[in-house]
């Protein structure tokens, strides 16, 4: 969960390393540091505390060189401080690393090949570059040799490796096991990145990595040896992105940005998936896979949990077809009985979720077939999985997911009118997707429009209290999870996303004046029940808002919803509450786009 870069052969290699850890701010932003080296005999470590423009502050300019490696941090090992910002360095000056990962045996390799060295700091990283170091003076081993002592010794359930040699100094050394890694190759340079969004602006053509491999790559030249010590050749694949999809233009933060370009990700996936009659355009092998299956088990951390939620209703419901939802973390470790014929679903926004990953690999083993739902394209979970299906929903940079969790839930839909409609559920025949998803664009865009009243709303109910209640009933309710989950991580207000009806079983002892209770009233079937357990939070005091479907909506409610297919109303409900989540933030003053403790891909379990 930290952010790697390196470059090797541009005079401009401070600007790149930089440029790249700003855009990889996303992955950790508590430290960061850059090592560049001139090839001349001068080189530079500038290490800090905070953010990269911390970094941009301290980086002095003198500060120059070819060939350099950089480093965002989200702190595992060792607190937050400048000692245990990367890179780390051997004490004699001569290796420097960057570390995306944890190393388990860490304090086992310390004790057994390093007791005698003495250590700046507290972290895992650290230990690494002491050994190649060590193995390098003892065993007369080079730089890659030492490298690759070093790395058969951890265990690291994931891990990635940026090294440079004082000794060969235009040379990069790199390794990883299933943390993110790419290889840029540009024009008589070479860059490395942990996302090719870092390095855009200097390539679109990188080179994927496997697990196990070691690559030696100079300004013209990227040696890729497999665990087995042969030579590998492998093709660039190229990355269809604009660097400037990356920038976040005249908003003030990328949620906002995002939150805004909802209602084109919806047109997007129709014109993606959908033909111009709406019949859903899917492999027809995925289908039969699905098809085939007896259950289907969708897998997810955080938001992307949540849109599974509301997926599991959709295949219920379109394709007929039980659908059950895990958290990746808990199902990676205490895996539920499984039907004669699984078919698992992973949806990730970002398709390196270490959790998910963890529980695609027993997938894998065990021989299942699998559909990754991401919106990066040869993200991990999409090459590992039997097939992949993509988001289309551009770079999504707020730690917030937001434009993530519609796509997600509007290819779900997408997948099971597919399936659906292949097993013959009259339901699925009659659910005009490409209609309903025009209506859902449409509606969206009326309520993004509406800022003024949920800034309102978000100081008249939120502003002032230090906890929040959301509430509804089925998918009213996986609505309310999402919707608490956006305030808890960016405004820092205690929320709880809760099924209305369970309030009185013991959790509405903690309402009491003023708590504001946020109730979603989208589904016919349940829509008078909420309103019941509403007015049972307002006669212990709290202040209630109303979050309702046009047709259900009656005097006093707050906010109205425009009206699609109430499986779909998830995509409306949730918008408001991201608007809320986004208001409540800003305007406490928090730092929106990077909420404290976060980072947006979590790639350690
Ligand atoms: O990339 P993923 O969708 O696998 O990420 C899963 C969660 O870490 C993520 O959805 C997280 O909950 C969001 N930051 C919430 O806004």
């Known amino acids: 969960m930290c952010g790697i870069v390196g470059v090797t052969g541009n005079d401009n290699a401070v600007k790149i390393l930089l440029n790249g850890l700003e855009k990889l701010e996303y992955r950790g932003y508590d430290s960061a540091g850059i090592y560049v080296n001139d090839q001349k005999g001068q080189d530079y470590l500038v290490k800090t505390k905070g953010r990269i423009s911390e970094l941009r502050s301290k980086v002095t300019p003198d500060v120059h060189g070819s060939t350099g490696i950089g480093h965002t941090r989200w702190a595992t090992h060792g607190v937050v401080s400048v000692a245990n910002a990367h890179p780390h360095f051997s004490n004699d000056d001569r290796f420097y690393l960057v570390h995306n990962g944890v190393i388990d045996n860490f304090q086992e390799l310390k004790a057994k090949y390093l007791s005698d060295v003495p250590f700046r700091s507290q972290t895992d990283t650290e230990v690494v570059v002491q050994l190649i170091d060590k193995f390098a003076?003892?065993?007369?081993?080079?730089?890659?040799?030492?490298?690759?002592?070093?790395?058969?010794?951890?265990?690291?359930?994931?891990?990635?490796?940026?090294?440079?040699?004082?000794?060969?100094?235009?040379?990069?050394?790199?390794?990883?096991?299933?943390?993110?890694?790419?290889?840029?190759?540009?024009?008589?340079?070479?860059?490395?990145?942990?996302?090719?969004?870092?390095?855009?602006?200097?390539?679109?053509?990188?080179?994927?990595?496997?697990?196990?491999?070691?690559?030696?790559?100079?300004?013209?030249?990227?040696?890729?040896?497999?665990?087995?010590?042969?030579?590998?050749?492998?093709?660039?694949?190229?990355?269809d992105m604009n660097a400037d999809e990356t920038d976040k233009g005249t908003y003030p933060f990328y949620m906002l940005k995002e939150v805004d370009e909802q209602p084109n990700v919806m047109r997007k996936l129709a014109q993606t998936y959908l033909s111009e009659h709406g019949e859903p355009q899917i492999d027809d092998k995925l289908i039969a896979a699905m098809e085939a299956a007896d259950r289907l088990y969708i897998v997810g951390a955080g938001t992307s949990y949540h849109a599974g939620l509301v997926g599991k209703r959709l295949f219920e419901n379109l394709a007929h077809i039980p659908t059950e939802v895990h958290v990746s973390s808990e199902f990676a470790y205490e895996q539920p009985m499984l039907s004669k014929k699984p078919f698992f679903i992973f949806l990730t926004q970002s398709g390196e979720t270490a959790d998910s990953r963890e529980v695609l690999v027993n997938v894998n083993d065990a021989g299942y077939p699998s559909l990754t739902i991401t919106n990066v394209q040869n993200s991990t979970l999409s090459r590992e999985a039997t097939y992949t299906l993509l988001l289309h929903a551009g770079p999504e940079i707020a730690v917030a997911s937001t434009k993530a969790y519609t796509a997600q839930i509007a290819l779900e839909a997408i997948l099971a009118k597919a399936l659906g409609e292949a097993t013959g559920q009259i339901v699925a025949q009659n659910f005009n997707i490409r209609q309903q998803l025009g209506l859902v664009a449409t509606g969206m865009q009326a309520i993004v429009d509406e800022k003024d009243t949920l800034e309102q709303l978000s100081n008249d109910y939120l502003m002032k209290s230090n906890k929040a209640f959301y509430i509804g009933r089925g998918i009213d309710h996986a609505v309310s999870l999402e919707a608490a989950l956006k305030l808890k991580e960016i405004s820092y207000v205690q929320a709880e996303g809760f099924a209305s009806g369970e309030l009185k079983h013991g959790t509405i002892a903690l309402i009491e004046k003023g708590t504001p209770v946020i109730g979603f009233i989208t589904q016919a079937k349940t829509a008078g029940l909420t309103r019941s357990n509403l007015q049972e939070t307002m006669a212990r005091g709290a202040k209630t808002l109303t979050i309702v479907r046009e047709s259900l909506a009656i005097e006093g409610d707050n906010l109205i919803l425009p009206d699609v297919d109430e499986m779909l109303m998830p995509l409306l409900s949730v918008v408001p509450a991201q608007l809320l989540a986004y208001y409540t933030s800003l305007n406490k003053g928090l730092d929106v786009d990077k909420p404290r403790n976060l980072a947006k891909s979590v790639t350690v379990e």
């Open 137 to 239: 003076i003892e065993d007369n081993l080079d730089a890659k040799a030492a490298f690759l002592k070093t790395l058969s010794l951890l265990k690291g359930s994931s891990y990635a490796f940026l090294m440079m040699d004082r000794e060969q100094p235009d040379t990069l050394f790199v390794a990883k096991n299933k943390s993110p890694l790419l290889i840029g190759v540009g024009d008589g340079f070479n860059v490395v990145c942990s996302d090719a969004l870092a390095m855009l602006k200097e390539t679109h053509n990188f080179l994927e990595l496997m697990d196990g491999e070691v690559v030696t790559i100079t300004p013209d030249k990227v040696a890729i040896q497999d665990a087995d010590g042969n030579a590998v050749e492998r093709k660039p694949f190229h990355v």
